[in-house]
């Protein structure tokens, strides 16, 4: 860890490079844990995403502090902070962007070029206000989770910050402590969670603040408390991109200077995270031109870190490839709709939204939202989440919004159902306040399952399913077992119906087998012949059937 020439007497100096050697190092340890983490979802859906979301968290972050190169520990620190809250994804990647925000008020609260004089205080401190704001962004806190695994290190660290000299080594006992005191605690989430110790799993997202401490401790001299050992690299060299996760979105074009070989390493890089890929040069094949970049892509940072790895790109222009609303007068209230797994995407355009593409099981980041709000051009915005998970993300980028001068409200949609439920009763001549708790309200009257085809092995509260089995979810539970798609959606809405209902909603995924809404309409005709059936096409990837019951 850099240390100052007096830091005998002032204690080492922590700095805008410790803070991307942190990123960087971390983003290379999460990198190596993703599919391990992901796997360890506790339910059987096929959508365990949170190594990835976090991952996904940190590279924002990390992508941030490359562009903007901060040189003062207070600018990384708000630049860190930043990145990681605007890449934020899924519910664990807001807990993420809150744990980094918390470390990052610590780490800026030094004004530019005044002396540290007790590192291993401040950054104990950074870590305890990291788990504060951890704590604050969940609205039910629940022990045995990445809370608690931050609460844990936050006590390790300020008990070892007590009992050290300011020096290098007494950073590293606090880090060191931190480290072992999160991997100690991921260990005993199973006994304060039943639903992990039922699934014979460690919690998630702890696991993945534990890694991440692991890296704080590697970068500063200290003992990681286990996983991926890994050497250290240059801050400045970038990990290696993620393999593509969603379809295209973004049109990523800018200048470097390449050689031919730099040329085609990178073209082959951007091929792996999207198409339409372009590296040229109009100046013939020089040892070293100018080349033109251009690819479509859902994931502008891997685009731009694939450049930084080859020099330094300039004129770097992103653009939507979806086309801007026109820009009229009379457009005074916005929708964003989050289409989870692409799915219903063309309805919610179809019903004036902005939609935030969530192809396959991945989830938008803040700034995804964010950017869907801008195109809203409207000075109050209605968000629907239309999923759990992305619940926070829509808050986050809600907040962000506000800040902005445009007021947001978030209605609390569940699923998509419930989004299409919401704009069915929406109505712009009412008063904004009173129209988004209408769409609320139609939101909460509609209850919403899913049929799934189960993963991996689980003990639901309904017995053991195996992989492979077709599941019925009500919200994450699963609440019937069969063999066939069909017979699961019978079933399930035989339970929905018990309560009541006039009107079902069935949405269709592509991997639903043929016939299956004109066998459902069949059934309801014979046996609920007063039940009224809609049936709305291009679903979720991985949910065959969605239903809605009104």
């Known amino acids: 860890m850099p240390t100052s020439p007096d830091a005998d007497t002032q204690g080492p100096r922590i700095d805008a490079r410790t803070v991307r050697l942190w990123c960087a190092a971390a983003v290379q340890a999460l990198g190596a844990h993703r599919d391990e983490i992901d796997r360890l979802n506790v339910f059987p859906v096929p959508d365990g995403d949170t190594g990835t979301n976090m991952l996904l968290t940190l590279r924002a972050m990390t992508d941030a502090l490359r562009r903007e190169r901060p040189s003062a520990l207070a600018s990384a620190a708000a630049v860190m902070a930043r990145g990681a809250l ?69 006590d390790a660290a300020e008990q070892a910050a007590v009992h050290v000299a300011r020096t290098v080594a007494g950073v590293a006992a606090v880090t060191t402590a931190a480290a072992a005191a999160a991997a100690e605690a991921v260990r005993h989430t199973p006994d304060q969670l039943d639903v992990l110790r039922r699934a014979g799993v460690v919690d998630a997202g702890g696991r993945g603040l534990s890694i991440i401490l692991d890296a704080l401790a590697v970068v500063t001299s200290g003992t990681p408390a286990g996983g991926r050992r890994w050497a250290h690299r240059d801050p400045d060299l970038e990990p290696e991109p993620l393999s593509p996760i969603a379809s ?31 590296v040229a040069s109009a100046d013939g094949p020089e040892v070293a031109a100018v080349h033109k970049v251009h690819v479509h892509t859902a994931d502008v940072g891997a685009a731009i870190e694939a450049g930084l790895t080859a020099g330094r790109p300039s004129a770097i222009e992103v653009t939507y490839l979806e086309a801007f609303v026109e820009d009229e007068a009379n457009v005074t209230v916005g929708v964003v709709a989050i289409a989870p797994g692409n799915a219903l995407r063309d309805v919610f355009a179809a019903e004036g939204a902005q939609v935030v593409d969530s192809g396959g099981n991945r989830r938008p980041s803040t700034a995804e939202v964010l950017a869907a709000i801008e195109r809203t051009r409207a000075k109050k915005v209605v968000i629907l989440p239309n999923e759990g998970d992305c619940a926070a993300v829509a808050d986050a980028a809600a907040a962000e919004a506000r800040s902005a001068g445009i007021e947001v409200a978030v209605v609390p949609t569940k699923s998509v159902v419930q989004g299409v439920a919401a704009l069915a009763v929406r109505d712009e001549d009412r008063y904004f306040g009173d129209d988004a708790m209408a769409m609320a309200e139609a939101a909460a009257a509609t209850r919403y399952a899913e049929v799934t085809v189960a993963a991996r092995d689980a003990l639901t509260m309904v017995g053991p399913c195996r992989a492979g089995d077709v599941i019925g979810l009500v919200g994450s539970d699963v609440v019937t077992i069969g063999e066939s798609i069909l017979e699961v959606t019978i079933a399930l809405l035989d339970l929905m119906l018990a309560t009541g209902g006039e009107m079902v909603t069935l949405v269709v995924g592509p991997r639903a087998p043929d016939g299956l809404a004109e066998d459902l309409e069949a059934d309801l005709a014979r046996r609920h012949p007063e039940i009224e059936l809609v049936t709305l096409p291009g679903g979720h990837p991985d949910r065959p059937v969605i239903l809605g019951v009104e």
């Open 86 to 154: 605007l890449g934020a994804r899924g519910n664990s990647g807001v807990i993420l962007s809150q744990f980094v925000r918390g470390m990052a008020e610590v780490l800026g609260s030094l004004a530019d070029g005044e002396p540290l004089t007790d590192a291993p205080a401040l950054l104990a401190a950074g870590i305890r206000r990291g788990a504060e704001r951890a704590r604050d962004s969940v609205g039910d806190p629940a022990e045995g989770t990445i809370l608690t695994v931050a609460d844990r290190a936050a």
């Open 248 to 278: 295209a979105q973004y049109e990523v074009v800018y200048l470097l200077e390449l050689s031919p070989s730099a040329a085609e390493h990178l073209t082959a890089q951007l091929q792996r995270i999207g198409d339409s890929v372009v």
